[in-house]
T-cell receptor, first 114, second 108 residues
């Protein structure tokens, strides 16, 4: 049973560029959340997707957008990258109706913006 | 707003007991969660509390007092593999709001 998978694992971009990160949830899970984790910090909630709709959004600018596909996989897009976007981006999946805070995290995509 | 505080670092000896405290002030509350994160790895779910009191799960226990905005994670019979960051998180709506984490070092 595959867990949450994310790609790419590492990437380097320059300021002003755009990036797309991908996530496949754990088998049987229908809800995907994205978190940003800066070095030495706890994860910060970006948004959650369920039934292909953004269900809740954290305190992130519109440069951060996402999508969920019919097979429950998800993408996170960040436009106009700046240095402060350098972080580990974590995808987490869960099942609607189960314990809301019990998330299964992927290993993350480490983004470096130069 | 959300404010979740926990100590930055703690050190304990193998075989001992350690308590990691967490205080919170949040605008919504659906539950208090603890996650473990080893360096370079994904966070993994440890425990949760929705009601006041103690929840025990093997070597790990977690306590919650909603009136005081306070929780702790208790780790017993510490093992070297318990060296990790421990993240306190409050569930609010569909989001988990995490503290900065407590880095625990277990020494021989």
């Amino acid at each position: 049973d595959a867990g949450v998978t994310q790609s790419p694992t590492h990437l380097i971009k320059t300021r002003g560029q755009q990036v797309t990160l991908r996530c496949s949830p754990k088998s049987g899970h229908d809800t995907v959340s994205w978190y940003q984790q800066a070095l030495g910090q706890g994860p910060q909630f970006i948004f959650q997707y369920y039934e292909e709709e953004e269900r809740q959004r954290g305190n992130f600018p519109d440069r951060f957008s996402g999508h969920q596909f019919p097979n429950y996989s998800s993408e996170l897009n960040v436009n106009a990258l700046w240095l402060g976007d350098s972080a580990l981006y974590l995808c987490a999946s869960s099942v609607r109706g189960r314990l809301a805070g019990e998330l299964f995290f992927g290993e993350g995509s480490r983004l470096t913006v130069l | 707003g959300q404010n979740i505080d926990q100590p930055t670092e703690m050190t304990a000896t193998e075989g001992a007991i350690v308590q990691i405290n967490c205080t919170y002030q949040t605008s919504g509350f659906n539950g208090l969660f603890w996650y473990q994160q080893h360096a370079g790895e994904a966070p993994t779910f440890l425990s949760y509390n929705v009601l006041d009191g103690l929840e025990e799960k093997g070597r790990f226990s977690s306590f919650l007092s909603r009136s005081k905005g306070y929780s702790y994670l208790l780790l017993k019979e510490l093992q070297m593999k318990d060296s990790a960051s421990y993240l306190c998180a409050v569930s609010s709506g569909y989001a988990l709001n995490f503290g900065k984490g407590t880095s625990l070092l277990v020494t021989p």
